[in-house]
């Protein structure tokens, strides 16, 4: 969400924050045709051009106010540190584009992602926002009366970091060889960095609790509905060989959905809610056969189009705690309960780790919030930062 998030998710994503899950849908075999073999052409990998980065440092004194957002103050020295960080990325990027594709992405080449910018200009702004969000964070945990202990504050030297990141015997000389292996990362530049993602999670905190417990569960709940969430569970009954993806025989199938009409008529039969929860839990732990009941063992909260289709129009033609007939689905015979929206539901995720409700939604609270804090204090950067051209300094 606008220059808040764009810097916050660029950094977490760089440190491999980011946790790919599979959706339950899509484990179900399929059939994939193996493409027929041929031999590689050798491809002639484009020239990158890197940039000087110590010309451009030279730009200005270290000791310039590159960004000052309210109070905050940032200096050249630790700008031009996060340049270089996010160049040498892109450059690495060009190398990839050119070793897999044979494509020639340099910096006075356009990104093509409908902004107009070069990647030169990209660099200037992709900086610009991400670390001027990083000093709105500081800024406003300021306005909040929000600092970092002393302990937090100790964790923040670069002795310590690099105790705690590479074990006890390691000097800050081995942080500054790890970060700029893994990352390009100085080492100013991650205790900048490090520095404003623990106020960040203070802020959050204080304003929305740890786990979201300040937020009222029918804001969450309502901000559910919203977004058209849907949420049930489910009692999958498998018509296919989950390992060869081939339908099984006649008889188990029939057998199957057998099973399946028994467990809705006393699904049925029962009135109360909460007992109805428990014995659909009971029946889901011994008969399902989703893979996914594990991880999701309170039933699947989601947003339309995520599950297949026949299990979403049975779904939103459901009244909260009624029972489905089995149906169909291509992997095998489903029993599906609407339960209705609830703040402490984990929402499901294919794509990323899954999260609590009332978490997502505090996250999301904050990240408004910061935006809404960026834009009413704008940053005021160093004369010509701007428009600052990266291509005089393309090393040919």
């Given at each position: 969400?606008?220059?808040?998030?764009?810097?916050?998710?660029?950094?977490?994503?760089?440190?491999?924050?980011?946790?790919?899950?599979?959706?339950?849908?899509?484990?179900?075999?399929?059939?994939?045709?193996?493409?027929?073999?041929?031999?590689?052409?050798?491809?002639?990998?484009?020239?990158?051009?890197?940039?000087?980065?110590?010309?451009?440092?030279?730009?200005?004194?270290?000791?310039?106010?590159?960004?000052?957002?309210?109070?905050?103050?940032?200096?050249?020295?630790?700008?031009?540190?996060?340049?270089?960080?996010?160049?040498?990325?892109?450059?690495?990027?060009?190398?990839?584009?050119?070793?897999?594709?044979?494509?020639?992405?340099?910096?006075?080449?356009?990104?093509?992602?409908?902004?107009?910018?070069?990647y030169a200009q990209g660099l200037v702004k992709e900086t610009n926002e991400t670390l001027a969000s990083f000093?709105?964070?500081?800024?406003?945990?300021?306005?909040?009366?929000?600092?970092?202990?002393?302990?937090?504050?100790?964790?923040?030297?670069?002795?310590?970091?690099?105790?705690?990141?590479?074990?006890?015997?390691?000097?800050?000389?081995?942080?500054?060889?790890?970060?700029?292996?893994?990352?390009?990362?100085?080492?100013?530049?991650?205790?900048?960095?490090?520095?404003?993602?623990?106020?960040?999670?203070?802020?959050?905190?204080?304003?929305?609790?740890?786990?979201?417990?300040?937020?009222?569960?029918?804001?969450?709940?309502?901000?559910?509905?919203?977004?058209?969430?849907?949420?049930?569970?489910?009692?999958?009954?498998?018509?296919?060989?989950?390992?060869?993806?081939?339908?099984?025989?006649?008889?188990?199938?029939?057998?199957?959905?057998?099973?399946?009409?028994?467990?809705?008529?006393?699904?049925?039969?029962?009135?109360?809610?909460?007992?109805?929860?428990?014995?659909?839990?009971?029946?889901?732990?011994?008969?399902?056969?989703?893979?996914?009941?594990?991880?999701?063992?309170?039933?699947?909260?989601?947003?339309?189009?995520?599950?297949?289709?026949?299990?979403?129009?049975?779904?939103?033609?459901?009244?909260?705690?009624?029972?489905?007939?089995?149906?169909?689905?291509?992997?095998?015979?489903?029993?599906?309960?609407?339960?209705?929206?609830?703040?402490?539901?984990?929402?499901?995720?294919?794509?990323?780790?899954?999260?609590?409700?009332?978490?997502?939604?505090?996250?999301?609270?904050i990240t408004r919030d910061l935006d809404d804090y960026y834009a009413a204090h704008p940053p005021v950067f160093?004369?010509?930062?701007?428009?600052?051209?990266?291509?005089?300094?393309?090393?040919?």
């Amino acid at each position: 969400m606008k220059k808040m998030i764009l810097g916050l998710v660029a950094v977490l994503v760089l440190f491999g924050a980011v946790v790919t899950y599979t959706h339950w849908d899509s484990a179900a075999p399929a059939a994939v045709a193996a493409a027929p073999t041929a031999t590689a052409k050798p491809v002639e990998t484009p020239t990158v051009h890197t940039l000087d980065y110590d010309a451009i440092r030279a730009l200005y004194p270290a000791d310039t106010a590159a960004i000052t957002l309210e109070d905050e103050v940032m200096n050249w020295d630790v700008y031009a540190d996060w340049l270089r960080t996010n160049g040498l990325q892109y450059e690495d990027y060009f190398r990839q584009m050119g070793a897999y594709y044979g494509v020639a992405a340099d910096w006075a080449g356009s990104m093509g992602d409908g902004s107009g910018n070069t990647y030169a200009q990209g660099l200037v702004k992709e900086t610009n926002e991400t670390l001027a969000s990083f000093m709105a964070i500081k800024a406003m945990a300021k306005e909040k009366g929000i600092s970092l202990d002393e302990e937090t504050q100790k964790n923040l030297d670069p002795e310590t970091m690099a105790h705690q990141i590479l074990g006890e015997k390691a000097t800050v000389a081995d942080l500054a060889a790890e970060l700029e292996n893994t990352s390009h990362m100085t080492v100013r530049a991650f205790r900048f960095y490090s520095e404003a993602l623990d106020l960040y999670t203070l802020l959050a905190q204080e304003l929305y609790g740890a786990q979201g417990e300040k937020v009222a569960a029918a804001d969450v709940v309502a901000d559910l509905e919203e977004h058209g969430y849907l949420s049930a569970h489910h009692i999958l009954f498998m018509t296919i060989d989950p390992m060869t993806g081939k339908n099984l025989e006649e008889a188990e199938v029939a057998k199957k959905l057998e099973q399946a009409n028994a467990l809705v008529k006393e699904l049925r039969a029962i009135e109360d809610h909460e007992e109805l929860l428990k014995r659909f839990a009971e029946l889901k732990e011994q008969y399902c056969e989703d893979t996914g009941k594990t991880a999701y063992p309170d039933g699947y909260t989601f947003t339309p189009g995520t599950m297949v289709k026949v299990f979403e129009d049975t779904l939103t033609a459901q009244q909260p705690f009624e029972v489905s007939d089995p149906v169909q689905s291509d992997y095998g015979f489903h029993i599906i309960m609407r339960l209705p929206l609830n703040a402490d539901s984990l929402l499901f995720s294919p794509m990323g780790t899954p999260q609590i409700a009332r978490v997502a939604y505090a996250q999301e609270r904050i990240t408004r919030d910061l935006d809404d804090y960026y834009a009413a204090h704008p940053p005021v950067f160093a004369d010509g930062l701007e428009e600052l051209d990266l291509t005089q300094y393309i090393v040919k």
